[in-house]
């Protein structure tokens, strides 16, 4: 496993939109795992594909910060969220030293493929569902820039 170079702003990858994943495959499974070691070793606890310079619609989460508990989605679509929000402080590994304090759904109804190709429709609350929003926007082309009001 590799431990790849983080992309930080402003390298326009950022801010494009990832394509989707057609076929999960062997060397998409290595660069995940590539991405997991490369996430623990960033300390974050989550990293999307175009923060590794890759523009597709990957991301590995591990809101727990837990090795072995990592979560793999492709083609990722947050299809629900409750009206109920939390105000919390997010940083991001491609805008290191920056923190902005951004309102997210508290509670989320989620769709991808696992790392095996295989569909998923799960739910996700609190931090976890915060995260996977984080990650999400990362591939629309969004960073915390976004909310640039309450950077600090």
């Known amino acids: 496993m590799a431990i790849l170079k983080v992309v930080r702003h402003p390298n326009p990858i950022l801010s494009q939109k990832a394509l ?18 490369t996430m623990y070793q ?9 923060q590794v310079g890759v523009p597709k619609q990957i991301v590995v989460i591990s809101p727990q910060g ?9 083609n990722l679509q947050v299809i629900e969220c409750s009206s109920k929000q939390e105000v919390d402080a997010e940083g991001c590994l ?32 609190g931090f976890h569902a915060r995260v996977i929003q984080h990650e ?6 969004i960073l915390i820039l976004k909310y640039a009001a309450s950077l600090r």
Do not use: W
């Open 66 to 74: 837990t090795r072995g508990e990592e979560q793999v989605l492709f």
């Open 136 to 141: 999400r926007d990362h591939l629309n082309g």
């Open 42 to 50: 960033e300390d974050g606890v989550g990293l999307a594909a175009p």
């Open 94 to 125: 491609s805008l290191p030293g920056l923190t902005a304090e951004i309102p997210r759904a508290r509670k989320i109804a989620y769709t991808a493929l696992d790392l095996n190709g295989f569909p998923v429709r799960e739910t996700a609350e």
């Open 20 to 37: 989707p994943v057609l076929r999960v495959n062997r060397k998409l499974r290595r660069l995940v795992h590539d991405m997991i070691e």
